[in-house]
């Protein structure tokens, strides 16, 4: 079946304390994207890829990583998590991004204590 | 300032009838116009993408339209059922940033019997 898939699903977790969300799609798409979605504020991108080893800064890239090492997997890392940092996230994936629509996964929903 | 914003945030209709959402976007020079459909606690589901050359597009009972002079976008669900329940979002993204995406903070429809 393709799909986009998170782990984990839910996190909680303590204000500077590292982790990484994981992302993979089985669908060997070349652009995969990290979204946050909070309240009021709709979708917000973090950070984009347009194939291995292209990574782009999205609106709201700071205190996130990401790395691009595989064409199939792109995690997100927080450094230093902080409270402002609570959100669901979401990964996507396309072929392309013209005209490609994209598939997004099932989300993380991440609460920094 | 966001630069898709959508109208209104939020709407109850009866099952069986029509709605329209709007989007009004600021988003240039403009490269193409997406609206997914987001079921409660899962990731968008893409229903249209049009470019600045398409003006109507249908998936099913969604109908979406494009005003590229003025801006402008909507969609048009006919004969609501209760599935049609969910958050629709507007994005719109530009020729000069490939892979970047603006989104707006979504409209909000609930269907009651």
């Known amino acids: 079946e393709a799909q986009v898939t998170q782990n984990p699903r839910y996190l909680i977790t303590v204000t500077g304390k590292k982790l990484t969300v994981t992302c993979s799609q089985n669908?060997?798409?070349?652009?995969m994207s990290w979204y946050r979605q909070d309240p009021g504020l709709g979708l917000r991108q973090i950070y984009y890829?347009?194939?291995?080893?292209?990574?782009d800064k999205g609106d709201v890239p700071e205190g996130y990583k990401v790395s691009r090492k595989e064409k199939r997997n792109f995690p997100l890392i927080l450094e230093s998590p902080s409270p402002n940092q609570t959100s669901l996230y979401f990964c996507?994936?396309?072929?392309?991004?013209?005209?490609?629509?994209?598939?997004f996964g099932p989300g993380t929903r991440l609460t920094v204590t | 300032k966001n630069q898709v914003e959508q109208s209104p945030q939020s709407l109850i209709i009866l099952e069986g009838k029509n709605c329209t959402l709007q989007?009004?976007?600021?988003?240039?020079?403009?490269?193409?116009l997406r609206w997914y459909k987001q079921d409660t606690g899962r990731g968008p589901v893409s229903l249209t993408i049009?470019?600045?050359?398409?003006n109507t597009k249908s998936n099913g009972r969604y109908t979406a339209t494009l005003d590229a002079d003025t801006k402008q976008s909507s969609l048009h669900i006919t004969a609501s059922q209760l599935s049609d329940s969910a958050s629709y979002i507007c994005?719109?993204?530009?020729?000069?940033?490939?892979?970047?995406?603006?989104f707006g903070a979504g409209t909000q429809v609930v269907v009651t019997p």
């Open positions: 890829s347009m194939n291995v080893e292209v990574t």
């Open positions: 669908m060997n798409h070349e652009y």
């Open positions: 049009m470019t600045f050359s398409e």
């Open positions: 989007c009004n976007y600021t988003v240039s020079p403009f490269s193409n």
């Open positions: 994005v719109v993204s530009s020729t000069d940033s490939w892979g970047k995406f603006q």
């Open positions: 996507a994936s396309a072929r392309g991004t013209a005209l490609n629509e994209q598939y």
